[in-house]
């Protein structure tokens, strides 16, 4: 069946260095969207992406959608603790079904 | 208002006993679905509901039943508890199928021993 491949599976970072995950599908999504689960906690829903070549902020965090709508990615900048958690994405193909990233584990090094 | 709440959020069964696992949400959404998450492997569909009174199946619905007599409620069942179904399932509920954001339960941590 249809995938989305994220990755990398874990990103270890020092507190203020910056984390990218990345997102890809091997056909058109519809939209795609990003939520964040904190440890032990449930999925939160961050954003969702329409457009082709869309590019979105929330203060530290970007996200963009490629223009061939079949990868995405999440950027932050300047990571703090508060931002440790898992992240992913989940991208509604032709049928609007939506397909779930594996996720990105976020650790801050102490 | 509470959003998607979930019941009970832990349970340990012995194989082969029966459980249900109960999702309610109150914002009226039409859309519902049951997830697991495991270790590294995200979130997976195993059910999900487009209405009162339909269900239809995910991506992994063996060994699992659900129903949806009220809107607000989302039952998932397992008829023979199985090892392989310990697991953290999480209810979701939408108000679009094809543009809207899941909003989801805390979450259920069920241990099959």
């Known amino acids: 069946g249809q995938q989305v491949m994220q990755i990398p599976q874990y990103q270890h970072v020092q507190e203020g260095e910056d984390f990218t995950t990345y997102c890809n599908s091997s056909?058109?999504?519809?939209?795609i969207q990003w939520y964040k689960q904190r440890p032990g906690g449930h999925p939160v829903f961050l954003i969702q992406?329409?457009?082709s070549g869309e590019v979105k902020k929330q203060k530290r965090l970007t996200f963009q959608f490629g223009e061939a709508k079949k990868n995405s990615s999440l950027h932050i900048t300047a990571t703090q603790t508060t931002d440790v958690g898992t992240y992913f994405c989940?991208?509604?193909?032709?049928?609007?079904?939506?397909?779930w990233g594996a996720g990105t584990k976020l650790i801050i090094k102490p | 208002n509470a959003g998607v709440t979930q019941t009970p959020k832990f349970r340990v069964l012995k194989t082969g006993q029966s459980m249900t696992l109960l999702c309610a949400q109150d914002?009226?959404?039409?859309?519902m679905y049951w997830y697991r998450q495991d270790p590294g492997m995200g979130l997976r569909l195993i059910h999900y509901?487009?209405?009162?009174?339909?269900?239809a199946k995910g991506e992994v619905p063996d060994g699992y039943n659900v129903s949806r007599l009220k809107k607000q409620n989302f039952l998932l069942g397992l008829e023979s508890a199985a090892p392989s179904q310990t697991s953290v399932y999480f209810c979701?509920?939408?108000?679009?199928?094809?543009?809207?954001?899941?909003?989801f339960g805390e979450g259920s941590r069920l241990t099959v021993l």
């Open positions: 979701a509920s939408s108000y679009s199928w094809t543009n809207g954001e899941l909003f």
């Open positions: 914002m009226n959404h039409e859309y």
């Open positions: 509901s487009v209405g009162e009174g339909t269900t």
């Open positions: 056909t058109t999504l519809s939209n």
């Open positions: 992406l329409v457009k």
């Open positions: 989940a991208g509604r193909d032709s049928n609007y079904q939506l397909i």
